[in-house]
């Protein structure tokens, strides 16, 4: 299916009006990155994992971002406590199922909190997502060891199981729901040399979702934005360190011109 270059600038200009809370139980490698980027493209990010704190958070906001990135049964707990009150509440779930299929204990705690919580969207790279599917396939590390094209009959295995959207991201982008196929074929081959920007695609799907309820096309447009960031900030830098910085700022100078004259969707 094809997106529109306007649509997909409406979410973003919503993300800007509005600026929609988005928890976050995430890893310790990636807060700073995903929070600057929340913030480069208007949206309120909070980073909490107290199990104290975490209901009320995920009760007021627009959305719930989990991520399985450095584990520890603390944080599962305050996941598992968060996604139920999200879930109670009707606000979106985006799951990233960092190194499923790396460690039985990843893929085990990524299950079982789709089990107990369903997301509206699950988001990872092509290892990630055939083995939530149970498709005996390991990760080297948290990196992908499959493209994400063969990972796209995995993907919409879940999303017809789980009633969610399941994005798999890599050179090329598959976004899948019942209803849709997307491909976003933005980006740049600079982006996975930073760590921590596949986590930050989750992260931007979460304030796509809390503006967009059609959650197949929430995640469509955060691919997109997330690509074409990525292609300008490229044109600017020297190598991965300079993409970091100059990535933030063209979620901020993000234009509709960019999208109209970038998007390969």
Same mark, same amino acid.
């Given at each position: 299916m094809t997106l529109q270059?306007?649509?997909?600038?409406?979410?973003? #200009?919503?993300i800007r009006e509005n600026a929609? +809370?988005?928890h976050n139980i995430t890893n310790?490698?990636?807060?700073?990155t995903t929070a600057n980027a929340l913030l480069a493209i208007g949206a309120s990010p909070v980073m909490a994992h107290a199990v104290q704190e975490v209901e009320d958070?995920?009760?007021?906001a627009g959305a719930l971002v989990l991520n399985i990135g450095t584990l520890n049964d603390g944080w599962i707990d305050a996941m598992f406590r968060a996604a139920k009150t999200a879930k109670s509440k009707q606000?979106?779930?985006?799951?990233?199922p960092v190194g499923a299929g790396a460690t039985p204990y990843r893929t085990q705690t990524a299950k079982d909190l789709i089990r107990a919580s369903a997301p509206s969207i699950i988001r990872g790279n092509g290892s990630e997502i055939m083995a939530l599917c149970g498709q005996s396939q390991s990760t080297k590390g948290v990196d992908s060891t499959s493209e994400s094209n063969l990972a796209v009959d995995a993907?919409?295995? +879940?999303?017809? #199981?789980?009633?969610?959207?399941v994005c798999v991201t890599g050179e090329t982008?598959?976004?899948?729901?019942?209803?849709?196929?997307?491909?976003?074929?933005?980006?740049? @081959?600079?982006?996975?040399?930073?760590? &921590? +920007?596949?986590c930050t695609a989750t992260a931007i799907c979460g304030a796509f979702a809390a503006v967009n309820p059609e959650f197949d096309k929430a995640a469509?447009?955060?691919? @997109?934005?997330? &690509?074409?960031?990525? #292609?300008?900030?490229?044109e600017i830098s020297s190598g991965p360190g300079t993409l970091q910085v100059n990535f933030i700022d063209a979620l901020y100078q993000l234009s509709e011109t960019d999208i109209k004259k970038r998007l390969k969707a």
């Amino acid at each position: 299916m094809t997106l529109q270059p306007a649509n997909i600038f409406k979410d973003v #200009e919503k993300i800007r009006e509005n600026a929609p +809370l988005v928890h976050n139980i995430t890893n310790y490698v990636v807060m700073n990155t995903t929070a600057n980027a929340l913030l480069a493209i208007g949206a309120s990010p909070v980073m909490a994992h107290a199990v104290q704190e975490v209901e009320d958070l995920a009760g007021i906001a627009g959305a719930l971002v989990l991520n399985i990135g450095t584990l520890n049964d603390g944080w599962i707990d305050a996941m598992f406590r968060a996604a139920k009150t999200a879930k109670s509440k009707q606000v979106p779930i985006v799951l990233d199922p960092v190194g499923a299929g790396a460690t039985p204990y990843r893929t085990q705690t990524a299950k079982d909190l789709i089990r107990a919580s369903a997301p509206s969207i699950i988001r990872g790279n092509g290892s990630e997502i055939m083995a939530l599917c149970g498709q005996s396939q390991s990760t080297k590390g948290v990196d992908s060891t499959s493209e994400s094209n063969l990972a796209v009959d995995a993907a919409k295995i +879940l999303a017809r #199981e789980i009633g969610c959207t399941v994005c798999v991201t890599g050179e090329t982008d598959y976004i899948v729901s019942a209803q849709a196929l997307y491909e976003v074929k933005n980006g740049h @081959a600079l982006m996975p040399r930073v760590t &921590g +920007l596949g986590c930050t695609a989750t992260a931007i799907c979460g304030a796509f979702a809390a503006v967009n309820p059609e959650f197949d096309k929430a995640a469509a447009h955060a691919m @997109a934005v997330m &690509g074409i960031a990525g #292609e300008i900030a490229a044109e600017i830098s020297s190598g991965p360190g300079t993409l970091q910085v100059n990535f933030i700022d063209a979620l901020y100078q993000l234009s509709e011109t960019d999208i109209k004259k970038r998007l390969k969707a």
